[in-house]
């Protein structure tokens, strides 16, 4: 198994021990600041900090990047990911999409004007979009969304219950202004769950994995772990 980690000025690091050891792997990356990160079988898929059209693609695990350079928009990007056949990619007033792996590209024909798109999750039957003012979903596979009306630029979906071998029960998570919230049908509710960093710090990542839920929030240490869906936190220590 290769982990990747995407880095602020060093581009991108592979691991296949775990984690013991990394190697560089960023050549063809004229952008070395990485902002988002997906991976789908061989191909991955970065964002990084340049301005306008900054996504890159490596069909070899990582050895060798190019440009993307038909994503047609006249704004930075900040967010990609895979889920299930569509490539998603983020930016600050504009979301598009991809069905072919990311030959061509189609721009949402929901306006986010304004709205930056930060994020992205998926259930089954929907997908899920992060921004900086609160979260929107879709049932179109990214065509068309509608705002849920609940804060949240970070959101983050994970199985649950015993049988869950694929995403048919699935909790979301976001990091609502109040601390962190948790929603199980697919974005309609919300209830609060605990927060492990406090009343005052709001969490500014998340993370999922599995039945594994990761917290960060900027400027404060340590990260915090839950594998109760977000009801108790174990501190890491790093």
């Known amino acids: ?121 998926a259930t089954d039957s929907f997908f899920f979009a992060g921004t900086d003012f609160g979260i929107y979903r879709s049932a179109d596979s990214g065509q068309t969304w509608v705002s849920l009306h609940i804060d949240g630029s970070k959101v983050v979906a994970i199985p649950h219950g015993a049988s869950a071998k694929s995403l048919d029960s699935t909790y979301l998570f976001t990091n609502s202004s109040d601390g962190l919230r948790r929603s199980s049908d697919n974005g309609l509710q919300w209830i609060a769950v605990n927060n492990p960093f406090g009343t005052y710090n709001n969490i ?6 599995e039945s594994l839920l990761i917290a960060a929030s900027q400027g404060v240490v340590p990260l915090f772990r839950s594998t109760d869906y977000g009801e108790t936190w174990t501190r890491i220590n790093t």
Do not use: E, P
């Not at 500014?204 to 994995?209: D, E, G, H, I, R």
């Open 1 to 121: 198994t290769t982990v990747y980690a995407g880095t602020w000025g060093s581009g991108v690091f592979s691991s296949t021990d775990n984690g013991t050891t990394w190697n560089a792997c960023s050549i063809g990356l004229n952008a070395l600041g990485v902002l988002d990160f997906a991976v789908d079988g061989r191909d991955l898929f970065v964002v990084t900090n340049r301005f306008r059209t900054n996504v890159y693609r490596s069909s070899d695990n990582g050895d060798h990047w190019i440009q993307m350079g038909n994503l047609d928009t006249d704004w930075r990007f900040f967010s990609i990911a895979v889920l299930h056949s569509s490539i998603l990619a983020g930016a600050y007033a504009d979301l598009l999409y991809s069905r072919d792996g990311g030959a061509t590209w189609t721009h949402s024909s929901t306006s986010f004007k304004d709205i930056t798109v930060l994020s992205f999750a």
């Open 204 to 209: 500014t990542s998340l993370v999922a994995c």
